[in-house]
Structure formats: structure tokens, C-alpha cells
């Protein structure tokens, strides 16, 4: 069904090659055997991923991100789902407006967002404090765990709850075994987004986070400021690879063409 | 059973219950950081003592009429006008061409070009930072055919080029979206009523496709002018746009008033786009789009 | 001198046949009908000669000139889509007028155009606005004028009535038959409604699996139809199995528990016949005076007919009734049914009909 013709091939061509560049170069030179920047011509090494694993900011800081984001996703889905049922089954003044609110956080640029916080939490004393950095996260993923939560209310059908209610079940039990049921792809799938944004976020991060709460992108970013070697290489293609699994699995449960343009 | 005025009651209150969680999460750690932030712009700062209560609008003026300042901001907003209008050039057609392909090709190539949104920018900006600099590839292929070493890291050009790169998913899906909403037959019938290619892309593609051009740009313009990995890492430490001159402020010149006045002068601007945009294209697309 | 013509026309998509071996030859001012169920490759057909789907094998000509590679924007034919594909960023008079401006026409003429075709689809007082503000059968006007606007040496119609209800639908027919007797424009239309293709076609083409099974005019295509599926995809009919015991003219076919004599055209003695016979053409007759007796089972009220399901030795046949205002039958009850033996038509028992025969216009009457 292609109706394009050679030029068009051949400039979609360069685009692909554009979009995959950075990310290929940064996962080949990972394996350098080299000291300095430079594509692996006579053999693979490992030794530069090994540097990553013996360097102790980098493990910590993995495990930091790794923690706020399983933390920040399942909050900010916790507090999305009855938010989404909100928004999409009520009908009450000020809908609007709290729809407004908590989407605001994708039009507010990050900077803003982590300058403000680092105000507030220095004024309150919690600047180092990991809770107060999972709730930051918490605001900037809330937006993509609720549309996807709204999308997948949206589109469930609620004859199924009716006839729950009508056989007797409180409306707890509609909740838990019914309405969770059917809106369990977009709940998973909004967690997963959740969780990789907090896991990719810097620029709010470096607003907010301590030497002992420092993420992954935060200590990447500071050390490519610093200096530039095959380290930060084999970080940046462990990073494409978690997140290569992290889409993975988002689209065997939601499908990553309906999470990145919508609906098929 | 409760009586019918217990259960109305209870029901009108049941949505505001259901956001409760979450607009306790936002009051708290959105609403009152802005605020305090906007607070804090209007204070006082000294080199010595730090920051002081007290109003005073100092900063805004030294945002809005330092020379240093406003050459920032030309420079972001340059730099993010260029990078929206190559957006454009570039990932309009290639959604155009994209949405024109059968399957399963379409799917494969659309998931690469939206794909890099879901990788760290810190990773990306990385990337081009090493296939840019002087020894990079680009380079390397520049110096096989012949054309000197060019200095393109620490450049605007590399921050252009880097940002396009992570903005272009932006541009890509509202066109996308818009394309998808074309009639099939719509172009076919041009066609036949005697246009030829060029003139159905002009006349009947391209109107129809314009609110996704320019929704894309709104949103490529407005995260390109608050970038701040990429700028940090392809522009160097000479060459500062918005977001980079408030890190510098918060967390190396303490001048934290100065920091957020230019923060919240950069909010702004955003939303006053926005809402003109929104006006703009509700006025000129209501009759024939909806 | 055929003005459109379709010679050996075929189409596959690989291996797989879509079309096969297509052979129509269109009158100038002719309105042709391209009728048959889904699949059967009558919208493909169209688009071939549209030119937006490539012709694997074949040729076709318009007015003397070959035009089967003839690029789509070169064909001059005017084309009215099944979603109508009007252009939603422009007014009815912007839609109107696009194959006008394609044609580089001055102002003044593309107006006079515009005025004439749109008091045509009685249209005039709409030309200002957008699709969007208009009803289903309001745009499919829009879209009729659009293709007629441009004087189109044929026009083509891709089920163009079938996203109307009925109402509105029935309207539209005659409408459209108007309209085109007005303009004299040689039409095309593919449907699988068959009512619509019988009244408003002057001949209809039945296709079924990429092949042309019979083109005939509405009438003898309704009172003749030759295989078995036409005779049950246009109108109703009763099909009862039998073998045919003398062949010719006054064949004797015995049905199992009787014999009939009928006209049993080209079925030789000892084959396997189906006898296809209109439900209209059957009535009630007292018991013992008709062909044979039978029960009604169920009997339907249809407004202007009635319909009645009758159990006889022969099967279950359906019987219609105008609806003339004298009592109808009641169910259980026991009648006799009758037909004159040459309405009665004779089908080969296998798909193809005897001698497939496709009729010129000026076949006899």
C-alpha cells in the first residue's frame, strides 16, 4: 500500500538515521576496549561496564532512581486512579479546572517546577530528604499515569458495574473486583510511564536532589559536565537498555504505538 | 437506607473525595512551591547576607533590561525558533510520508522516530555531544570527503541540532494525528478532479494538516526554550540559555531571587503563547474543523 | 460505437484474482449499474477505471482513446466517493469549484458553473457553508455537483447512497436518475443494493467472484435471471429442485412429487434443473385447482403486500399478495397454490446459468 516514491524512502531513510544515531553511537563506543572516546574497531570489551559496577556514586545512584521510581510511579497511580474516576464519571463544578491542575505539570517547564521546590523544601528544612523528592516526582508523573487511567475509563463499558450493583455488591466490591479489572491494562501501562519519566527526569532532579539522594540522570549529567570517557558511554547504554526492557513490557501490556500517538 | 437527601449528598461530595489524594499532592507541591517562588522573586538579595524579606522588583528589571539577560533570552528564543521551524521541515513530511507507508513498515519506523522520548535526555544530549565534537563521527565523515574539521560542539549549531533531535517526537505526533484524520478518498478525489500531486499536497493535505503544525511547534517551542540538559551539555559552559543562567544562579551565584524571577519571566512568556495560540486557532479553525 | 469500453479487464493481487476477465461495453448517455454482494470486485473495478488502482491485464478506452495507464488527474471523469471526500477546510463553493480552478477557468466562468450545477442539486443557498454544518444527504449533493461541475465524460459513483437511510435514500434515487437524464452525463454506479441498481440503471452488470454473470436491463434481468444466485440476489424467488425427464420447450421436469411442464430452455433430459419462480407470481386458488395444495405456515404484513409462507410437497414456498384490501389468508389454513407455467424459469443446478449470454442494448424486447 506504499504510495511513496524513491525520495520519500530515501528521506524517511535519514530521518531513522537521525533518531537512532546518538543512541547507536553511545552503545557502541560502550564497548570499547579504549581509554578514550572511540568506536571498538578490533574487539569488544567489557571493561568500561565493569568501571560502572566498581563505581560506587553510579551503583548508588542507580539504586536511587531505582527506588524513587518505584515509589513515585505507584504513588502518583494511587492517587491518579480515583482522580481519573473523578474526572470522567462526575459531572461537578471545578472539574475543569482540577483537570487543568493536574496536567499542568507537562506545561510547566521542569526548571520551574524544581527551582519552586527547592525553595519550598529548603524553607521547610527537608532538602536532603528522599520522601519529600519521591513527591516531587509524584507531581511531574501524575500526568501520564492519569491520561492514560482517563483513557482506559473512558473506553470501559459500564453496563458491566450496573449489573454488579444490581446483584448486590457494595460499591467497594464493584471497584475491586469489576471496575479495576477492566481498567487494569491502562493502570499498568500508566505505571510503567510513570516510572520510566521518573526514571529518565533530570532537569527537576537537579533542583531537588542531595549528594545523598542524587539519580541516575543527575550523576550522568554531572559527570559528562566534568569529563568526557567511555564510562559515561557504557552508564548512558545501560540506561537505553532498562529502558529498552521498560518498553518492552509496556507494550506487551498496553501497546506502545496506543501510549505514544493515542489510540490505534 | 439512607434518605434521599443523605445519598445526594454523599454522592455530590464522592468526586471531590476521589481527587482529594491528588489535589492535596498538587496543592502542596505545586501550587505553594509557585507561590512561594513568586514571593521570593520580589525579595531582597545580598552577596553577603543572602536572601532578605522585603519587596522589590530589582531583579525583574535586571531580567528585563540587562543587557546580559536579554541576550539570553534572544539566544534561547532563537534557538528555539530555529529548532521549532527544522522540526517542522523535518517531521511534518517524514509523518506525511510515514502515514503513506502499509504495514508493517509504518508501524516499525514510527515506533524508532517516537521511541528516543522514552531514553533520558541526558543520554541523548550525550550521544550528540560525542558524535559532534572534533574527533566525532560527523567530523569523521566531513574530513573523508574532503571538508576541513568544523567546530561544531560548544556551538549553537550543536544545541540546535541535539534539541531537534529529542523535539522532533513532539512534532511528529500531532501531525501524525492530524494525518490520521484525513478522508482517504480525500486526496483521490483531487486527484481526479485533475490536481496534480504537488498541487493536493498544497490545497488539500497541508490546510487540513496545519492545527497539527502548529500544536506541535507550540509545544517543540515552549520545551526548547526551558531545556536545560541539552543546551548544558552540547553549549558548554560559555554558551547559556534560560535554563542553564538559572542553575548558575540557584546554585552557584546563590542568587536565588534573581534565579526565580527569571524562572517565573520564562513561565510566563510561555503561557501568554499558549493562550494566544489557543485563541488564534479557535477563531480560525471553529467554522470548518471544529 | 460503445463510448466506454472494457476489454478483457483483469486485476490480481498476486496470485489471487480480484477481477477477472471483464468485458462491458457503456452507450454515451448511458447509466450503467455495477451490482453484486461484497468482494465481488465492483468497487475494484471502478477504481480501475478511475485510475487509482492499476489494471493487471486489459485495456480500457474512453471515446476512441486508450486510456488504461492514463494517470488519474489526466482521465477527466467525474467521481462521487462512498464517503463523499469532500475537502472539509473549504466551503461547498470552494469544494465546487476545485475542479474548476484545476482547469485554469476565469472567475466569471467558474461562477456561472458554480450557479448552474448548484441550483442543479438544489444547493444555492448552502454554497457558504462547511461540510461540517451539513446533512448526509446535503453533502452527497455537494459531492454530485463537485463531480458534475467539471463536465465529466463519464461519471462515476461508488455506492453513493448507502450511507442515507432509507427515506432519504429512496428519494435520492430518483433524484440522481434526474439529474443525470438532465445533464446526459454516461454514469457508472457501483452498489449491492439491487433496488437501487433496477430502478434507476438502464442496464445492470451482476458480478460475482471478480466475474460478470449476466447484463442484462432491469426487467429481464428481474424476470430472467440465469444463474441461482442472481435469482435470489435480485428480488425473492422460490427455488425447487428437480430432474428434467423430456427436454425443449415443453419439457416434462419432475420435482419428486410431481411433474410440472415448463419452457425448459437449453437443459438437456436426465439433468439437475432448479425452478426459480417469483413469490408475485404465485397465487391463491381453491383447494385442488391450482398446481398443488399446501398449509400456510407464517404470514408477514408488509404495508403494500403480504407475504405468506406455505408448506407444500415440493418445499416451503413464499407467496406474495398485494395488499388490494380483501381478506388475507389466516395461518393453518389450507389453499391452493398456482402460477402460469411460462413464468416459471429453469436454472442449471451448479452456479453458471445454461448459456450465459450477455445482452447488447438492442437485444428484443
Redesign the interface.
Known amino acids: 500500500?506504499?504510495?511513496?516514491g524513491p525520495i520519500?524512502?530515501g528521506?524517511?531513510a535519514l530521518?531513522?538515521s537521525?533518531?537512532?544515531?546518538?543512541?547507536v553511537?553511545?552503545c557502541v563506543?560502550a564497548f570499547t576496549p579504549e581509554n578514550t572516546?572511540?568506536?571498538p574497531t578490533t574487539s569488544f570489551s567489557l571493561r568500561w561496564f565493569r568501571a560502572v559496577f566498581a563505581h560506587s556514586d553510579f551503583v548508588q545512584s542507580f539504586w536511587n532512581s531505582l527506588w524513587l521510581g518505584l515509589f513515585a510511579a505507584t504513588l502518583a497511580t494511587?492517587?491518579?486512579i480515583?482522580?481519573g474516576?473523578?474526572?470522567t464519571?462526575?459531572e461537578?463544578r471545578g472539574?475543569d479546572f482540577?483537570n487543568g491542575?493536574?496536567l499542568?505539570?507537562l506545561?510547566?517547564?521542569?526548571?520551574?517546577?524544581g527551582?519552586?521546590?527547592?525553595?519550598?523544601f529548603s524553607?521547610i528544612g527537608v532538602t536532603g530528604s528522599f520522601p519529600w523528592l519521591v513527591?516531587?516526582h509524584?507531581?511531574i508523573v501524575?500526568p501520564y499515569a492519569?491520561r492514560l487511567i482517563i483513557a482506559a475509563v473512558v473506553g470501559s463499558d459500564r453496563s458491566g458495574e450496573q449489573a454488579a450493583l444490581s446483584l448486590g455488591a457494595s460499591q467497594a466490591t464493584v471497584f475491586r473486583r469489576i471496575t479495576l479489572p477492566m481498567i487494569l491494562p491502562g493502570v499498568t501501562g500508566g505505571w510503567l510511564l510513570a516510572f520510566?519519566s521518573s526514571?529518565?527526569?533530570?532537569?527537576m532532579s537537579?533542583?531537588v536532589t542531595a549528594p545523598s539522594t542524587v539519580t541516575l540522570?543527575v550523576r550522568?549529567?554531572m559527570y559528562?559536565?566534568e569529563s568526557?570517557d567511555p564510562l559515561?558511554?557504557a552508564v548512558?547504554a545501560l540506561?537505553?537498555a532498562i529502558?529498552a526492557v521498560?518498553?518492552f513490557l509496556l507494550d506487551r501490556i498496553y501497546g506502545?504505538?496506543r501510549i505514544?500517538?493515542?489510540s490505534r | 437506607m439512607s434518605t434521599g437527601a443523605g445519598r445526594t449528598l454523599s454522592a455530590?461530595a464522592?468526586?471531590?473525595?476521589?481527587?482529594?489524594?491528588?489535589?492535596l499532592?498538587?496543592s502542596?507541591?505545586?501550587?505553594?512551591?509557585?507561590l512561594?517562588?513568586a514571593v521570593?522573586s520580589v525579595n531582597a538579595f545580598d552577596d553577603a547576607t543572602g536572601v532578605k524579606s522585603g519587596f522589590t522588583l530589582t531583579h525583574y528589571a535586571a531580567v528585563l533590561t540587562d543587557e546580559y539577560y536579554l541576550g539570553i533570552f534572544w539566544r534561547t528564543f532563537s534557538v528555539s525558533a530555529i529548532t521549532t521551524l527544522m522540526c517542522i521541515a523535518?517531521g511534518a513530511?517524514?509523518a506525511y510520508?510515514?502515514s503513506?507507508?502499509?504495514?508493517p513498515?509504518r508501524?516499525v519506523?514510527?515506533?524508532?522516530?517516537?521511541?528516543?522520548?522514552?531514553?533520558?535526555?541526558?543520554?541523548?544530549a550525550?550521544?550528540?555531544?560525542?558524535?559532534l565534537?572534533p574527533?566525532g563521527?560527523v567530523n569523521q565523515c566531513l574530513q573523508w570527503v574532503g571538508l576541513g574539521p568544523v567546530r561544531i560542539l560548544y556551538t549553537e549549531r550543536a544545541v540546535i541540532i541535539?534539541l531537534t533531535?529529542v523535539m522532533?517526537?513532539f512534532m511528529v505526533?500531532p501531525v501524525?494525528?492530524s494525518l490520521q484524520k484525513l478522508?482517504p478518498?480525500?486526496e483521490?478525489?483531487?486527484?481526479?478532479?485533475?490536481?496534480?500531486?504537488f498541487?493536493v499536497l498544497r490545497?488539500?493535505v497541508l490546510?487540513?494538516v496545519l492545527p497539527g503544525i502548529l500544536s506541535g511547534s507550540l509545544i517543540v517551542f515552549?520545551?526548547s526554550?526551558?531545556?536545560?540538559?541539552t543546551p548544558?551539555?552540547l553549549g558548554g559552559r560559555r554558551l547559556k540559555m534560560?535554563?542553564t543562567v538559572?542553575?548558575d544562579e540557584?546554585?552557584h551565584e546563590l542568587n536565588?531571587p534573581l534565579?526565580?524571577a527569571i524562572?517565573?519571566t520564562?513561565?510566563l512568556a510561555?503561557?501568554v503563547v499558549?493562550l494566544t495560540y489557543n485563541r488564534v486557532i479557535e477563531r480560525a479553525y471553529r467554522?470548518?474543523?471544529? | 460505437m460503445s463510448f466506454l469500453t472494457l476489454t478483457d479487464v483483469s486485476k490480481s493481487y498476486g496470485s489471487a484474482p480480484v477481477v477477472a476477465d471483464m468485458n462491458l461495453s457503456v452507450e454515451k448517455g448511458e447509466f450503467v449499474s455495477l451490482l453484486g454482494p461484497s468482494g465481488c470486485g465492483k468497487t475494484t473495478t471502478l477504481q480501475m477505471i478511475?485510475?487509482?488502482v492499476e489494471v493487471t491485464r486489459g485495456r480500457i478506452t474512453l471515446d476512441g482513446l486508450d486510456i488504461t495507464r492514463a494517470?488519474?488527474?489526466?482521465?477527466?471523469?467525474?467521481?462521487v466517493?462512498?464517503?463523499y471526500?469532500?475537502?472539509?477546510?473549504?466551503t461547498v463553493s470552494g469544494n465546487v469549484s476545485?475542479?474548476l480552478e484545476?482547469?485554469r477557468m476565469t472567475k466569471t466562468e467558474r461562477r456561472e458553473r458554480l450557479d448552474a450545477v448548484l441550483a442543479l442539486v438544489h444547493l444555492d443557498h448552502l454554497a457558504a457553508r462547511?461540510p461540517?454544518?451539513l446533512s448526509g444527504g446535503q453533502r452527497q449533493r455537494v459531492a454530485l455537483a463537485?463531480a458534475l461541475v467539471?463536465q465529466p465524460r463519464v461519471l462515476l459513483l461508488d455506492e453513493p447512497l448507502s450511507n442515507l437511510d432509507a427515506k432519504l435514500r429512496e428519494e435520492m434515487q430518483f433524484e440522481l436518475r434526474q439529474i443525470q437524464r438532465k445533464v446526459g452525463t454516461t454514469s457508472i454506479m457501483v452498489t449491492h443494493d439491487q433496488t437501487e441498481a433496477m430502478s434507476i440503471s438502464d442496464r445492470v452488470v451482476v458480478m460475482e467472484a471478480g466475474r460478470v454473470t449476466q447484463i442484462d436491463d432491469p426487467q429481464r434481468l428481474y424476470e430472467y435471471p440465469q444463474t441461482r444466485f442472481i435469482s435470489t440476489f435480485v428480488g425473492k424467488a422460490n427455488l425447487i429442485r428437480g430432474r428434467v425427464r423430456s427436454a425443449g420447450p415443453r419439457a416434462r421436469v419432475d420435482l419428486g412429487s410431481m411433474t410440472v411442464e415448463v419452457d425448459a430452455g437449453g437443459a438437456a433430459a436426465g439433468d439437475e434443473v432448479f425452478l426459480s419462480i417469483r413469490p408475485e407470481k404465485l397465487s391463491f386458488v381453491p383447494l385442488g385447482q391450482g398446481q398443488l395444495d399446501g398449509v400456510v405456515r407464517e404470514r408477514f404484513f408488509l404495508g403494500s403486500q403480504w407475504l405468506y409462507h406455505v408448506t407444500t410437497a415440493v418445499g416451503e414456498l413464499i407467496v406474495a399478495c398485494p395488499n388490494d384490501g380483501r381478506a388475507p389468508l389466516e395461518e393453518d389454513c389450507h389453499s391452493g397454490v398456482d402460477w402460469p407455467s411460462h413464468l416459471v424459469r429453469v436454472l442449471a443446478a451448479g452456479t453458471a446459468g445454461f448459456d450465459a449470454q450477455q445482452s447488447t442494448p438492442a437485444a428484443e424486447s
Do not use: C
Not at chain 2, 126 to 131: A, P, R, T
Open positions: 500500500m506504499s504510495r511513496n520519500a524512502l528521506f524517511n530521518v531513522i537521525f533518531m537512532l544515531a546518538p543512541l553511537v553511545v563506543v572516546l572511540s568506536v494511587a492517587i491518579a480515583p482522580a474516576l473523578a474526572m464519571r462526575y461537578f472539574r482540577l491542575i493536574f499542568s505539570p506545561i510547566i517547564p521542569h526548571l520551574v517546577l527551582v519552586a521546590l527547592l525553595r519550598m524553607l513527591l516531587a509524584v507531581v501524575t492519569l520510566i526514571f529518565d527526569e533530570v532537569t537537579i533542583f540522570p550522568m549529567y559528562a559536565t568526557i559515561m558511554a548512558s540506561m537505553v529502558t521498560a518498553m506502545l504505538d505514544l500517538i493515542g | 455530590k464522592t468526586p471531590y473525595l476521589l481527587s482529594g489524594p491528588a489535589l499532592v498538587f502542596g507541591l505545586l501550587l505553594v512551591p509557585l512561594l517562588t521570593l523535518i513530511p517524514e510520508v510515514l503513506r507507508m502499509g504495514s513498515w508501524s519506523f514510527l515506533l524508532i522516530v517516537l521511541a528516543p522520548l522514552l531514553v533520558s535526555v541526558v543520554v541523548r550525550f550521544g550528540w555531544s560525542m558524535l565534537s574527533e563521527l541535539a533531535h522532533l517526537p505526533i501524525w494525528t478522508d478518498d480525500g483521490n478525489a483531487a486527484l481526479s478532479l485533475g490536481a496534480s500531486p498541487t490545497r488539500v490546510p487540513q515552549g520545551l526554550a526551558s531545556a536545560f540538559a548544558g551539555l534560560v535554563a538559572v542553575y540557584y546554585l536565588w534565579g526565580a524562572a517565573l520564562l513561565l510561555n503561557l499558549m467554522k470548518s474543523l471544529g | 478511475a485510475g487509482f494517470r488519474p488527474n489526466s482521465r477527466g471523469l467525474g467521481i466517493f462512498q464517503s471526500a469532500l475537502f472539509p477546510h473549504m476545485f475542479g484545476m482547469r462547511y461540517r454544518e463537485r467539471i
